[in-house]
């Protein structure tokens, strides 16, 4: 089963029938027993050409109020890019160690509106010299604790902001539409296995720049360790989104331009599309404007 959150509903795909329904998001995906509940929801079938509609013309993320976290250095090849990029500025150590601990790095993301879906942009750092995609198979966790769904995240990462001191994490990896996810919430039978194939490919000027895939078996943490980390100390009254780490890596003389488009797939999934563009930058002098009207 799959969830798309669209402007005019939320369109279930059983197979390939897809069904309307006009809930809450956070409500429906925050149910227990979400997966049997949508079974009893299949009467209000739309046809093909309606649903190929919304789920292009209308989609949006599939996210209502949900906060994004994001797992690090959850795979060995994440580890060494990260290692790769700290050397400079003497902190590679960091990176094995936090790779070996029992504590795993968790860090926030994202709130709900800055994040992008399908098809729409997502940006990077103009004070950045160094900027990647990050694909991840990324989590929904319910209020409960409980993992309910499964998306397509791309983690946008400014490399050489995080390299120059980890520190600077923060700014490396949050910022004005620096996460995606999509372009649906599966809701399988069972958890996706360790074959589960994550692909990347970025596309420049018509040109593939980048394509490789990988597998989550490759995963050093369980995702149930990462989530029991997450939610341990904190609540999530609409539940929460988790990136569980990144696992393929462009070469470090790879950096992303204005217009290159990611496309990132999942097994049983589909895929996630984003263009790369740079924030529209605020006129000359409208801060200092703004504060002299208020």
């Known amino acids: 089963m799959k969830l798309y959150n669209t402007v005019k509903g939320i369109v279930l795909q059983v197979q390939d029938k897809f069904y309307l329904l006009n809930d809450d998001w956070d409500e429906l995906v925050n149910r227990t027993g979400l997966r049997n509940y949508l079974g009893t929801r299949l009467e209000a079938v739309i046809g ?37 990029e700290a050397a400079a500025s003497g902190g590679a150590d960091l990176y094995d160690k936090v790779y070996e601990a029992d504590r795993p790095e968790l860090f926030f993301k994202s709130l709900p509106h800055r994040v992008q879906g399908h098809n729409q942009d997502v940006h990077i750092r103009r004070d950045s010299s160094w900027n990647v995609p990050e694909p991840e198979c990324t989590l929904f966790i319910n209020s409960g604790g409980d993992i309910a769904g499964y998306t397509i995240g791309n983690d946008m990462s400014s490399r050489s902001i995080e390299g120059e001191n980890a520190l600077y994490l923060p700014q490396a990896k949050v910022y004005e539409k620096s996460a995606s996810i999509g372009p649906c919430l599966l809701i399988p039978e069972s958890e996706p296995g360790p074959d589960t194939v994550i692909a990347m490919r970025i596309i420049r000027d018509g040109r593939i720049m980048y394509d490789d895939k990988t597998s989550i078996g490759r995963m050093k943490r369980s995702f149930t360790e990462l989530v029991n980390y997450l939610y341990s100390e904190f609540d999530f009254p609409h539940g929460a989104y988790l990136m569980t780490g990144t696992c393929l890596v462009p070469s470090n003389d790879f950096t992303l331009a204005e217009n290159d488009v990611v496309e990132i797939s999942i097994d049983g999934i589909g895929m996630l599309r984003n263009r790369v563009v740079y924030k529209r930058q605020q006129a000359a002098g409208s801060g200092q404007q703004m504060q002299q009207r208020q």
């Open 48 to 84: 093909d050409s309606d649903a190929l509609q919304l789920l292009t013309e209308e989609l949006l993320s599939p996210i209502g109020n949900q906060e994004v976290w994001a797992a690090g250095v959850t795979y060995l090849r994440s580890r060494d890019a990260r290692k790769e």
